[in-house]
């Protein structure tokens, strides 16, 4: 086995080597150097790909072979077996893990120790760093290429490769029809499929044989070589090349492969405006949105959205259907018209809101008047307290003791007066603006922002709406529990508090226990009377509802 050695021979077609000797060349070197040294081949591999990355079938082979009969390997140079690091990475593991003896290259000389595994990982290191420097120096001839003006690689489209002059130049056969295609497209109303079809019809295929696709048909639409300039690695140069567009008809198409991807784009993620409103009435679980494309044949095409039941819950088969956007939106705002205050009903509340208003910040007013000189009593006390002690009348016991209480008195009046006057304030503004909010629901429900909708509609209904038989519903509405009703005496200021703190409080804002509710029914008792004057006193005196 010390002795049983497996010939590796390497050449491709790659640029890098070109200045190696050919596979033939290699072999009669090797085999007479094996005779020289008095080396038994065992095997011949011989391989005809690069080396730049892994996945050489017989390389592998050939470390196959060694990891389960184990030999040695003799090869032309180190670069002949690896120019990539996980390959070289390997040899080197075969060496550690003692499969593989040794190597043997006729020009550069190896010894199988920690030394010689260093070299060699050094050897096949500059391999990689020859690719690595090779395909920057192409990189660097291409950049050079472009800057030149001359276009790096294949012709697009409508051009052809002159290999004499090695320039590019129109193809007068498919000139005609690129242009043909971006003048469809720049119109507005084709889709890429439709530029594809065109050009199918003209004839215009891959290589391969086979209709552009739309990802090709996206890259001829948005390549600036048909106006003159050259797009590489993600910069513009100007060209040497005949513009066969102008810059204008480009522009165009720019503009309408925006628009349209835009669309796309959005129609497909942006969540739809009555999503996370409704459940679903037969089995509980969210009602989700979707977009539909309808194409005609007479090629009009239509928009929907659809809101259906996600059916997600285990075990259920959800009989319910869809509902189109715009029946849901009806049936929202005929919903939420329900819950619209009448002009003179708000202006008659603000009336009286006003009012209350004004009453409480008098009584508060006096109470923190009150307050206030108390306060100042109570300073001078404190005062006069500390000149006694320090004029030691008072004994340091009696005055500590005066002085803990004096602090404390004057500490809750202080606290009590700064409550008072922001609690006059404290409801005020909500109602005002509950007042504000119920006039305009007419006003929201007449227009189309569905956002708007359905922020009023989790207001008043909180996350309790739903869909069934394509309807939206609130959930059936429950009697009102005896000890919501406020009493008869009761004040704009209460009521309200107690209908908002009950609301913030269960955390549920069923429609049957807030004060969105006491609007309905006051609306339909009073349609029921004919009457309007007396809508007043249905905040004030709830038991009559
Ligand atoms: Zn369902």
Same mark, same amino acid.
């Given at each position: 086995?010390?002795?049983?050695?497996?010939?590796?021979?390497?050449?491709?077609?790659?640029?890098?080597?070109?200045?190696?000797?050919?596979?033939?060349?290699?072999?009669?070197?090797?085999?007479?150097?094996?005779?020289?040294?008095?080396?038994?081949?065992?095997?011949?591999?011989?391989?005809?790909?690069?080396?730049?990355?892994?996945?050489?079938? !017989?390389?592998?082979?050939?470390?196959?072979?060694?990891? +389960?009969?184990?030999?040695?390997?003799?090869?032309?140079?180190?670069?002949?077996?690896? #120019?990539?690091? !996980?390959?070289?990475?390997?040899?080197?593991?075969?060496?550690?893990?003692?499969? *593989?003896?040794?190597?043997?290259?006729?020009?550069?000389?190896?010894?199988?120790?920690?030394?010689?595994?260093?070299?060699?990982? !050094?050897?096949?290191?500059?391999?990689?760093?020859?690719?690595?420097?090779?395909?920057?120096?192409?990189? #660097?001839?291409?950049?050079?290429?472009?800057?030149?003006?001359?276009?790096?690689?294949?012709?697009?489209?409508?051009?052809?490769?002159?290999? #004499?002059?090695?320039?590019?130049?129109?193809?007068?056969?498919?000139?005609?029809?690129?242009?043909?295609?971006?003048?469809?497209?720049? &119109?507005?109303?084709?889709?890429?499929?439709?530029? @594809?079809?065109?050009?199918?019809?003209?004839?215009?295929?891959?290589?391969?044989?086979?209709?552009?696709?739309?990802?090709?048909?996206?890259?001829?639409?948005?390549?600036?070589?048909?106006?003159?300039?050259?797009?590489?690695?993600?910069?513009?140069?100007?060209?040497?090349?005949?513009?066969?567009?102008?810059?204008?008809?480009?522009?165009? &198409?720019?503009?309408?492969?925006?628009? %349209?991807?835009?669309?796309?784009?959005?129609?497909?993620?942006?969540?739809?405006? *009555?999503?996370?409103?409704? %459940?679903?009435?037969?089995?509980?679980?969210?009602?989700?949105? $979707?977009?539909?494309?309808?194409?005609?044949? /007479?090629?009009?095409?239509?928009?929907?959205?659809?809101?259906?039941?996600?059916?997600?819950?285990?075990?259920?088969?959800?009989? =319910?259907?869809?509902?189109?956007?715009?029946? *849901?939106?009806?049936?929202?705002?005929?919903?939420?018209?329900?819950?619209?205050?009448?002009?003179?009903?708000?202006?008659?509340? /603000?009336?009286?809101?006003?009012?209350?208003? +004004?009453?409480?910040? /008098?009584?508060?007013?006096?109470? &923190? @008047?009150?307050?206030?000189?108390?306060?100042?009593?109570?300073?001078?006390?404190?005062?006069?307290?500390?000149?006694?002690?320090?004029?030691?009348?008072?004994?340091?016991?009696?005055?500590?003791?005066?002085?803990?209480?004096?602090?404390?008195?004057?500490?809750?009046?202080?606290?009590?007066?700064?409550?008072?006057?922001?609690?006059?304030?404290?409801?005020?503004?909500?109602? %005002?603006?509950?007042?504000?909010?119920?006039?305009?629901?007419?006003?929201?429900?007449?227009?189309?922002?569905?956002?708007?909708?359905?922020?009023?509609?989790?207001?008043?209904?909180?996350?309790?709406? *739903?869909?069934?038989?394509?309807?939206?519903?609130?959930?059936?509405? +429950?009697?009102?529990?005896?000890?919501?009703?406020?009493?008869?005496?009761?004040?704009?200021?209460?009521?309200? +508090? =107690?209908?908002?703190?009950?609301?913030?409080?269960?955390?549920?804002?069923?429609?049957? $226990?807030?004060?969105?509710?006491?609007?309905?029914?006051?609306?339909?008792?009073?349609?029921?009377?004919?009457?309007?004057?007396?809508?007043?006193?249905?905040?004030?005196? &709830?038991?009559?509802?």
């Amino acid at each position: 086995m010390q002795n049983k050695f497996y010939l590796y021979t390497r050449k491709s077609t790659d640029v890098e080597d070109k200045q190696v000797l050919s596979i033939e060349a290699q072999l009669v070197e090797l085999r007479e150097y094996a005779k020289r040294e008095n080396l038994d081949i065992s095997a011949e591999y011989i391989e005809k790909k690069s080396a730049k990355s892994p996945g050489r079938p !017989i390389f592998g082979k050939m470390l196959a072979d060694i990891e +389960q009969n184990g030999g040695n390997i003799l090869a032309w140079h180190p670069d002949r077996l690896a #120019r990539n690091s !996980i390959d070289g990475g390997q040899i080197i593991y075969l060496l550690d893990s003692s499969r *593989l003896t040794t190597l043997k290259f006729p020009s550069f000389w190896f010894e199988s120790t920690s030394q010689g595994k260093f070299m060699l990982s !050094i050897a096949f290191g500059q391999s990689k760093y020859y690719v690595d420097n090779l395909a920057e120096n192409t990189k #660097r001839g291409l950049r050079q290429k472009v800057r030149r003006g001359e276009c790096p690689g294949r012709a697009p489209l409508g051009y052809i490769n002159d290999v #004499r002059t090695k320039t590019i130049v129109v193809d007068k056969h498919h000139a005609p029809l690129v242009i043909k295609a971006l003048e469809l497209y720049a &119109v507005g109303d084709k889709r890429l499929q439709d530029i @594809a079809d065109f050009l199918a019809s003209k004839n215009v295929k891959t290589d391969g044989g086979l209709p552009l696709k739309k990802d090709q048909i996206a890259k001829i639409l948005t390549n600036p070589f048909y106006y003159g300039h050259i797009r590489y690695a993600g910069e513009v140069y100007e060209g040497k090349h005949t513009p066969i567009i102008s810059k204008k008809l480009f522009d165009d &198409v720019q503009t309408v492969y925006e628009k %349209r991807r835009h669309k796309r784009t959005t129609k497909h993620n942006e969540p739809k405006p *009555l999503c996370g409103l409704l %459940r679903c009435g037969s089995c509980n679980m969210m009602i989700t949105g $979707e977009n539909q494309t309808k194409r005609q044949k /007479n090629g009009n095409v239509h928009y929907y959205t659809y809101y259906h039941c996600t059916k997600k819950r285990k075990g259920i088969k959800c009989p =319910e259907s869809h509902i189109r956007q715009e029946v *849901l939106d009806e049936q929202l705002s005929s919903l939420l018209n329900e819950y619209a205050m009448p002009d003179s009903w708000a202006s008659t509340l /603000n009336k009286m809101l006003a009012e209350d208003e +004004q009453k409480e910040q /008098n009584a508060s007013g006096v109470f &923190v @008047a009150n307050a206030q000189t108390k306060i100042v009593n109570l300073q001078s006390k404190l005062q006069r307290l500390l000149d006694g002690y320090l004029d030691q009348d008072i004994e340091r016991e009696v005055y500590v003791t005066n002085k803990a209480q004096l602090m404390s008195e004057k500490k809750s009046l202080e606290e009590q007066s700064s409550k008072l006057t922001l609690a006059s304030s404290a409801w005020v503004e909500p109602m %005002r603006k509950w007042i504000e909010t119920a006039v305009s629901i007419c006003k929201t429900t007449a227009n189309d922002d569905l956002l708007a909708k359905k922020s009023l509609c989790l207001e008043i209904f909180g996350s309790n709406l *739903l869909l069934k038989n394509k309807k939206a519903q609130p959930p059936a509405a +429950q009697e009102i529990s005896p000890t919501f009703r406020g009493p008869e005496t009761s004040s704009l200021k209460t009521s309200f +508090q =107690e209908k908002v703190s009950l609301q913030t409080a269960t955390g549920s804002s069923h429609p049957s $226990e807030n004060i969105w509710f006491l609007l309905r029914k006051t609306k339909e008792k009073i349609a029921r009377m004919g009457d309007n004057s007396e809508f007043c006193p249905f905040l004030v005196r &709830v038991r009559g509802l």
